[in-house]
């Protein structure tokens, strides 16, 4: 799952980005602070500052301009490692927080033991500009619940109850019922609704068109019941290259859908969810589970896993089985998308539970 760190190189630079300007502590071979620098956050700058040192190691941590800084220290020949933020928690507790400090401190870990900073891989350029499409979709989709919601709310306090209906249903519902002018604003509530609703389906054709065109692999994840167009556009891009996983297993721990763990001695207690990894194919997995555990889910064995678990009653245990099946689901795709197999969606259902 992490990039091959390879062997130490002459010069370790720590690189604490800034929205504007970042700054740049560059170690030698002995440790020693051997130059500090600013430098603008802007791709020109790192090019000329960078044009004139040897291929080293640069440490900087995940944040809105790693991805492209990242893929920029390659094109430059260093060997670029993004540090996992949960393992430099020594940076954000310190009682010295400030931007040269951070930027030693990444260099020091870096030349240390690279794998202490559990180093991660950002996806491909391409990869994440078709990933925007998700990202808009999803806030536009955040959006149209907030504004439909107000609605609803601010009628209610006026004693008048709107008609149920979906969300994507509810500008179209309102001007068919004659409802726009229940209370002053409303109308330009729906009218806001419905363009909003306008530009979610525009995304979603897109969506449609990019998945067919240049991932077609999320066929393959289409075959599992409650896996859309988004659920497997976004898994696809999330994970962009299936072989990074030695064991399919892996990938619901890479996704944040497994227990933490805090074991000393005797004492192992369950705990929630890390919710490491990507939040938004996270949640829409989840949502995929709700739909395979719901009324509507067909029978199949994830089906039938999770409703054996939610059977056992105790605190929580819809909650733990929506979760245990989100993982499984992710565990399914990565082996559908490696093996490109047939979906059978009773396979081993047959088996003894124990089994």
Same mark, same amino acid.
């Given at each position: ?81 993004? !540090?996992? $933020? %949960?393992?430099? &928690?020594? #940076?954000?507790?310190?009682? =010295?927080?400030?931007? /040269?400090?951070? *930027? ?7 030349? !240390?033991? $690279? %794998?202490?900073? &559990?180093? #991660?891989?950002?996806?491909? =350029?391409?990869?994440? /500009?078709?990933? *925007? ?10 959006? %149209? ?27 179209? %519902? ?182």
């Amino acid at each position: 799952m992490t990039k091959r760190i390879t062997a130490m190189t002459p010069l370790t630079i720590g690189i604490d980005l800034g929205d504007r300007r970042s700054e740049v502590c560059v170690l030698d071979a002995a440790g020693d602070v051997h130059r500090r620098f600013s430098v603008a956050t802007t791709r020109a700058a790192f090019e000329k500052a960078l044009a004139g040192i040897e291929r080293s190691r640069i440490v900087i941590e995940v944040g809105t301009h790693s991805p492209w800084v990242s893929r920029l220290l390659e094109a430059l020949g260093h060997e670029g490692i993004v !540090a996992n $933020p %949960r393992r430099v &928690r020594s #940076i954000t507790q310190s009682d =010295e927080k400030c931007d /040269r400090v951070d *930027a030693e401190q990444l260099a020091r870990l870096g030349r !240390a033991d $690279p %794998r202490l900073l &559990r180093p #991660i891989r950002h996806r491909g =350029e391409q990869a994440q /500009r078709d990933r *925007a499409l998700l990202a808009v979709r999803d806030e536009l989709v955040r959006l %149209r619940t907030a504004l439909v919601n107000q609605a609803r709310g601010i009628a209610k306090g006026l004693g008048q109850r709107l008609p149920r209906c979906a969300a994507a249903s509810f500008a179209r %519902r309102m001007r068919r019922e004659g409802l726009e002018g229940v209370f002053p604003g409303m109308e330009t509530l729906v009218a806001t609704i419905g363009w909003v609703s306008e530009r979610i389906g525009a995304l979603e054709r897109a969506i449609e068109s990019v998945s067919a065109e240049r991932y077609p692999e999320t066929e393959l994840l289409r075959q599992v019941s409650g896996v859309g167009r988004i659920t497997a556009l976004a898994y696809v891009l999330t994970i962009e290259d299936p072989h990074r996983f030695r064991r399919s297993r892996t990938v619901g721990a890479y996704l944040g859908l497994r227990p933490r763990r805090r074991q000393s001695g005797d004492t192992d207690p369950l705990l929630r969810i890390t919710k490491a990894g990507d939040v938004l194919l996270r949640r829409l997995l989840v949502q995929s589970a709700h739909y395979l555990l719901g009324p509507f889910g067909p029978d199949t064995s994830l089906r039938r896993f999770g409703l054996r678990l939610a059977a056992r009653g105790g605190r929580g245990a819809k909650k733990k089985a929506v979760i245990a099946v989100a993982r499984k689901l992710a565990v399914l795709l990565h082996r559908l998308w490696l093996t490109g197999e047939l979906y059978e969606p009773l396979r081993g259902a047959e088996l003894p539970a124990a089994a």
